[in-house]
């Protein structure tokens, strides 16, 4: 069984920085790609940022410049810093681990950005 587990959300103010993990655990194997969404109240569950295996990170345009994502395979970890947070920044964060069978979730974690 795979369990994705987050941390490194909460409060900050507008211009902090925060640093997201998620580990993943468990028989895990054929990971093509790791990543991170974010939501807001009733809405859609959008991409922030993705690492495809072997290839180029892809940002959303409201991110790029101020968040970096980074995975470290050996531990099958995924990271993403976050600088310059905004406001509208505020959401629940996922990462979303793929592989060659299938999608792994996380269970979210928080981020509110507000003095």
């Known amino acids: 069984q795979v369990q994705l587990v987050e941390s490194g959300g909460g409060l900050v103010q507008p211009g902090g920085s925060l640093k997201l993990s998620c580990a993943a655990s468990?028989?895990?194997?054929?990971?093509?790609?790791m990543g991170w969404y974010r939501q807001t109240p009733g809405k859609d569950r959008d991409l922030v940022a993705v690492?495809?295996?072997?290839?180029?990170?892809i940002y959303t345009d409201s991110v790029k410049g101020r968040f970096t994502i980074s995975r470290d395979n050996a531990k099958n970890t995924v990271y993403l810093q976050m600088n310059s947070l905004r406001p509208e920044d505020t959401a629940v964060y996922y990462c979303?681990?793929?592989?060659?069978?299938?999608?792994?979730w996380g269970q979210g974690t928080q981020v509110t950005v507000s003095s």
């Open positions: 979303k681990v793929s592989t060659v069978i299938g999608n792994y």
């Open positions: 468990g028989s895990i194997f054929g990971i093509t790609a």
């Open positions: 690492s495809p295996a072997g290839d180029t990170a």
